[in-house]
């Protein structure tokens, strides 16, 4: 059974930072692409940002230049940096692993999501 547990969600003021980080436990092989998803309130999950087992990135338009994701093989866990907040980035945050469970199989998994909001 894989299990991923974000962390790092919160209350911030327009312009400042928030770290958020997901971590993989469970069996597996190994960890495809890591990826950030949101869903702002009262719209549809998109993308944010995603990073490959070998570390190319890929941003979408709104956070590129402030957001910035890293990963950390040995750990299972993936970052998403978020510097500059403003406050259309308020939404929960999920994270979304690509899992070799076995030998050239693989599963998508979702983290359970954390509360991100920007305000004054």
């Known amino acids: 059974q894989v299990q991923l547990v974000e962390s790092g969600g919160g209350l911030v003021q327009p312009g400042g930072s928030l770290n958020l980080s997901c971590t993989a436990s469970?069996?597996?092989?190994?960890?495809?692409?890591m990826g950030w998803y949101r869903q702002p309130p009262g719209a549809q999950r998109e993308l944010v940002a995603t990073?490959?087992?070998?570390?190319?990135?890929n941003y979408a338009d709104a956070v590129k230049g402030r957001f910035t994701i890293s990963r950390d093989n040995a750990k299972n866990t993936a970052y998403l940096q978020m510097d500059s907040l403003k406050p259309e980035d308020t939404a929960v945050y999920y994270c979304?692993?690509?899992?070799?469970?076995?030998?050239?199989?693989?599963?998508?998994?979702w983290g359970q999501g954390t509360q991100v909001t920007v305000s004054s």
């Open positions: 990073i490959s087992r070998s570390g190319r990135t």
């Open positions: 979304n692993f690509d899992i070799e469970y076995n030998v050239r199989t693989y599963k998508t998994y």
């Open positions: 469970g069996s597996f092989l190994s960890i495809q692409t």
